[in-house]
Structure formats: structure tokens, C-alpha cells
């Protein structure tokens, strides 16, 4: 996991860890590695255009040490104090001394390098003059930008994105990454990612967010074993589709079937299971045991009942698409909510667009009013559960914004949860392999369409479980 901390707790933790420090050094670590990315950057520093923006706290200071850093190995260094009573002293004299020079007006062309000192965690989001129009001046020009902790202007916590704000090229964080680094919208303003380590780690509580990576999903996946039949590694049920929407129904069975589940039950109407038994023979038509159902991906106006009949089993429930109307509120233990952005709209009783622009806050809130796990998709995907960390995938591409790539997810979440994994865990593995499964099928740039992407799971599967280690003779 990669791992995002609040404001809150990130200065709980740095207080306790500055008490074990000399004064300042903290603020040398953060410089030091911001400098270090900045040459990284660069190139050849010598010679090279750096324009540093020196906001009035200690966001300003780890800019000023990383500058003069940057003007002793030979940069030509511009200083954009924005207020110049309130700059960080020391850090300024020991830019100044290593050879920076201040100026209130860059001339954009030919610089290198833009460092965002602007604000860190104790920004408020949005951006003022004349911040706001040296950075549209600097965009404008093309200038590449180095964002100091955050992009300045961004919600930290929340991981909205207020206007104005700071887009970067590459954001340096310290200690922990912050929310509005791994959430969306907020995450597009950040460009690529570098954790510094300042040592903070030992000092943090639990994180809040959490990204998963592939070796969470390597060390969740259900894997079969020697002893393993098709149903001790689980059984899961579809009802999924409607004579409106018979494609749905078959999406939401590959997705079942790419999973780890032994065997995947059709339980939607005759008419679509004789199709999907011609098309999908492994499939088995008809009602049975099953440790897992996915309700509602193209159910039409038989969700109600779709979704009563499976409550009534009493395991564990994916409610997708037209399911989704009719959860209530401790329906079933252990369910996962798959909406997007307009359905879960929609259960909240809200605007979409006030969901899409806050989509951190609305998973979570919809974890707690609707007593489920909540697994809101978008161009990254969110797993919120009451009282756990939240978790965001973002191995999506654009390109799996097409028609019916929520029923393979749908399908492929209720497999896994067929095979044990608990609701988060099982909405994490999936919306990961659904993701990479969807970049496989784009060939990185290419459109797709869902049946694409079920086709991919399996081998974006494979790749992310061939560990390192010897596989045992039998797997
Ligand atoms: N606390 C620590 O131990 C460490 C902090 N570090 C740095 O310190 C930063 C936090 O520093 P601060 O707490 O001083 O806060 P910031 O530097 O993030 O911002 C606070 C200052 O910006 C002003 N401000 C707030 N919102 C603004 C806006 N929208 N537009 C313009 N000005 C605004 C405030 O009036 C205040 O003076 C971190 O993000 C990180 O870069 C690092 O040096 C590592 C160690
Ligand atoms: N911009 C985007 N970038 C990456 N993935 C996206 C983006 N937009 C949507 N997705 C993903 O595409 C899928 C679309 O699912 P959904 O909206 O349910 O479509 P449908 O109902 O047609 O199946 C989800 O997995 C979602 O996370
Ligand atoms: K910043």
C-alpha cells in the first residue's frame, strides 16, 4: 500500500519526531530531497533557470533550503518572495548568501524550472494574487513545476480541487503522501509522485487512505490449492440482465468467470440463461448454493426482486447498477455497493456533479448511511468502509469508460467475494485487476470495449501473482 495521512495527523507526528531533533532538521531532510529531485529534473544544473515561489510559512522554507542548495552547484536561481515580512529568515539568507537573487517579475522564457513553495499543508485551497498569476504565466509559457508537499491550492484532506490551484509536473512529499495525492480530483493537479523519507514513518497512526499496489493484491488473491475443488474455492450466483439487456447478463458472467470462484450459477430469467449457457457453457443455469451473488447489472425492472431473492440466502451480496435503488440500509452483512458517480448520486439524494467533485467525502459518507461497503468507480475507484481506512485503485485507464465494464467488475468482485474475501478486500482486488486488465486490453492508448477487458483478467491476473517466489509444483 502506499499510504496518505490528514494534515492532522501528519503534524501530530512530525511534533513528536522534531522533539527527538536538532532545530531545523527536519526541514534540511525535506530540502535536501526536493533538491535532489530538482537536479534529478534539471539534468545539468549548471547554468540552469530555477524560478522559486516563497510562500510565507514553512512550505516557503523547504523551497528556500532546496534553492540554495540548487544556486551552490551553479543555478542561475530567481526568488518570488510573495510576502516578503513573513519568509522564512534563515532559509531566505541562506538562499540569498549561495547566490539567488530575488525579482518580482520573472521573465518566464528559458526557465528551467518552476519550484512551488507557494503553501503546503497549512494552504487553504484556492490561490491568491499574485501566486495565482505568476503560476497562469509560468503555465502559459510551458514551464516545467516542481511542487513542494502538495500543489499548492489544492484541498489536502479532501482531495477536492478549488480553482485557482497549482498543476505540477511532479509533486515531492514528505514523511507520507496526503490525500489529494492519491484521490481524485485532487491527483490530477500532482503529476508524478516522489516520497521523500524523512523519517516520520514510526511516528504516523493509521493512515486514512490507503492505494493498493500489486503486492496487496498478490498477497490477498485466493489462490486454489492441491486439496481444492470447485466448491471449496466457491460458487458464485449472477443475477444479472433482462430480455432489454441480455448483454449485461453475459459482461457480468466473464467477469465471474475471470475470478477465482470454482463455479459461476446463472440465476437471471430462462430466456437469457439458455443464451448465456450457448455462450458461456461453463456457466451453469438455475438457482443453487452459492457463497457469493451479484445483483442487478442490467436487471432492469426486475431489480427489486432480483435483489430480495439474494438477501434471502444471507451471503454476502455485489448490489450493481439497478440493484442499487433498492439497497436498504442492513439488508445484508458483508454487501458491496458498486455505484458510480450518478447512482450513488442518486442514493444520497445530491447533485452528480456535487458527488464527482467530492468523491472521497460522498464514499465515506455513503459507507456510513448505507451500512455497506461502498465501492464508488471513477477515473480512480474508492473502497469505503465505516471505520477502516479507505482505499483508492487507480490502475484504470480512460479508455474503460465504455458500456458495460462495470458488469464485468461487478461480476469479478462477486467471485472474489465467493472465494472469501471480505467485501473491502474483495472490491480492492477487483477494481485493481479490472484496471490493469483494461491497460492490457488498450495496448496503453487504444479503445476497448468491456468484453476486452474480461478477456484481459485473466493475464493481467497472472502477471501480478507470478511472485518472485517458486510456485509450488501443483499451482
Ligand atoms: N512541520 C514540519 O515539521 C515540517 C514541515 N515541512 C513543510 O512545512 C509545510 C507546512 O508549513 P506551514 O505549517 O508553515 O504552512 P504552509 O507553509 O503550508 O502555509 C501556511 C502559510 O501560508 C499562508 N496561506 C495559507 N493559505 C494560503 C493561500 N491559499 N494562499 C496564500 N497564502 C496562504 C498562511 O497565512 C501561512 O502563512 C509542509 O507542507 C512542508 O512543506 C517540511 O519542512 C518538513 C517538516
Ligand atoms: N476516466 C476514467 N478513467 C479510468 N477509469 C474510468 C474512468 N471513467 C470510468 N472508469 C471506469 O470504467 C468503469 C465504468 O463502469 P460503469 O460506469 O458502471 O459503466 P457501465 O454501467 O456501462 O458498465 C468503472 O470501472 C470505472 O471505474
Ligand atoms: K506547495
Known sequence: MRYAHTVESVRRAEAALMATLPAGALMQRAAAGLAAVCI?????????????????????????????????????????????????????????????????????????????????????????????????????????????DVPSGVDVDGATLPEPH?????????????????????????????????????????????????????????????????????????????DRYAGAAELCVRGAQAGPAGMVRFGGPDSVAAEIVARRPEAVAGRGRVQAWVVGSGTADRADSALRAAAADEVPVVVDADALAYWRPGMVRGALLTPHAGELAR????????????????????????????????????????????????????????????????????????????????????AWLHGAASRRAAEYGRPITAGDVAGAIPAATAAVLSAPATPAPWA
Do not use: C
Open 40 to 148: 534529478d529534473v534539471l539534468g545539468s544544473v549548471y547554468g540552469a533557470r530555477v524560478v522559486v515561489l516563497v510562500g510565507s510559512g514553512d512550505n516557503g522554507g523547504d523551497a528556500l533550503y532546496a534553492a540554495a542548495r540548487l544556486a551552490s552547484r551553479g543555478a542561475a536561481v530567481e526568488l518570488v518572495v510573495l510576502k516578503p515580512e513573513a519568509a522564512h529568515p534563515d532559509g531566505l539568507a541562506a538562499a540569498l548568501r549561495a547566490g539567488a537573487r530575488r525579482t518580482d517579475k520573472p521573465a518566464w522564457d528559458g526557465v528551467d524550472l518552476l519550484v512551488d513553495g507557494v503553501v503546503g499543508i497549512g494552504g487553504r485551497p484556492g490561490l491568491r494574487d499574485p501566486a495565482r498569476t505568476l503560476i497562469e504565466d509560468a503555465r502559459a509559457a510551458g514551464t516545467y513545476v516542481v511542487a513542494v
Open 166 to 242: 497549482v498543476t505540477a509536473d511532479i509533486t515531492v512529499t514528505f514523511g507520507t503522501h496526503k490525500p489529494a495525492l492519491l484521490a481524485a480530483p485532487a491527483v490530477r493537479a500532482a503529476g508524478w509522485v516522489q516520497l521523500v523519507d524523512i523519517g516520520l514513518v514510526p511516528y504516523l497512526d493509521e493512515a486514512g487512505l490507503e492505494s493498493v499496489e500489486s503486492a496487496d493484491v498478490r498477497a490477498a488473491y485466493p489462490l486454489p490449492s492441491g486439496e481444492s475443488h470447485k466448491y471449496t474455492r466457491g460458487v458464485v450466483g449472477v443475477d444479472a440482465g433482462s
Open 347 to 430: 442514493m444520497l439524494d445530491v447533485e452528480r456533479s456535487v458527488v464527482e467533485a467530492a468523491p472521497l467525502a460522498y464514499a465515506r459518507q455513503a459507507a456510513e448511511r448505507l451500512d455497506a461497503t461502498v465501492l464508488l468507480k471513477g477515473s480512480n475507484t474508492l473502497i469505503a468502509e465505516r471505520d477502516r481506512p479507505t482505499r483508492v485503485v487507480s490502475t484504470g485507464t480512460p479508455w474503460l469508460a465504455t458500456a458495460g465494464a462495470g458488469d464485468v467488475l461487478a461480476g469479478l468482485a462477486g467471485s472474489l467475494l465467493a472465494a472469501g474475501l471480505p467485501a473491502r478486500d474483495a472490491g480492492s482486488l477487483a
